[in-house]
């Protein structure tokens, strides 16, 4: 499972660099990978209910935006236990696919992460294996806007698969000015490569 991950993630990747900076060349890249299935195992990747199970450490009952959400398959979102759910992602296909759960409480679009402005304040913001498919410059601008989407309580949690391969990603995330907590699922502990990063404004950080 972890080789075909792998694979599909740097299968493409040189490509993805050159296309990046035009987000209708970058919408057909990530369509076509879907229409592929290359992305098919996520929806069976990892336990989906841990960003839920975080979020609720901090907010019970979240709105929850989820940017680069792709099928959103694996996002355990128990009925009843959030206040809303706003799916974002490039791929037209994957929102397609999202919508078709028909979750309750839930919202779409189809955007690019980049430049969107969501059309409310969130308590949690989640980037779930999103973050390393932006150039760093556009992850650190981002993560810059990003505390402006959010209410009085919100934070922000990063997903990142392998923070040995991303390791300038998760520099972008110490140094956005944040303060940065680390989770990392109990199984893998310090030695695992899964690794959540819950980012909180001064403002609601802990005296
Ligand atoms: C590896 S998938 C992760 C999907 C989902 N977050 C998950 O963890 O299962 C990366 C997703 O990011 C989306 N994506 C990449 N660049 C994007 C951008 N600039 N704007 C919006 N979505 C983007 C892709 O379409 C894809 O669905």
């Given at each position: 499972m972890s080789r075909l991950r792998t694979t599909a993630g740097l299968l493409g990747a040189p490509v993805r660099a050159l296309v990046r900076r035009s987000p209708r060349l970058n919408a057909v890249l990530w369509d076509a990978q879907y229409a592929l299935g290359m992305w098919g195992y996520l929806d069976e990747a990892g336990d989906g209910s841990v960003p839920l199970s975080l979020i609720e450490t901090w907010a019970p009952q979240p709105a929850i935006l989820d940017l680069g959400c792709g099928t959103s398959v694996n996002?355990?979102?128990?009925?009843?236990r959030y206040r809303h759910y706003h799916g974002v992602d490039i791929s037209r296909r994957a929102i397609g696919t999202a919508r078709a759960l028909r979750r309750p409480d839930?919202?779409?679009?189809v955007a690019d992460i980049r430049t969107?402005?969501?059309p409310d304040r969130y308590d949690a913001i989640l980037l779930?294996?999103?973050?390393y498919y932006l150039s760093v410059p556009e992850a650190a601008d981002l993560l810059r806007r990003l505390p402006g989407m959010l209410t009085a309580r919100g934070r922000i949690l990063v997903q990142i698969y392998d923070v040995q391969r991303s390791r300038q990603f998760v520099a972008v995330i110490r140094d956005c000015g944040l303060e940065v907590t680390t989770w990392r699922?109990?199984?893998?502990?310090?030695?695992?490569?899964?690794?959540?990063?819950v980012l909180?404004?001064?403002a609601v950080a802990e005296p």
């Open positions: 996002l355990a979102l128990r009925r009843g839930a919202s779409y679009a969107y402005t969501p779930r294996e999103v973050i699922p109990p199984e893998t502990g310090d030695a695992g490569r899964d690794a959540f990063f909180t404004p001064a």
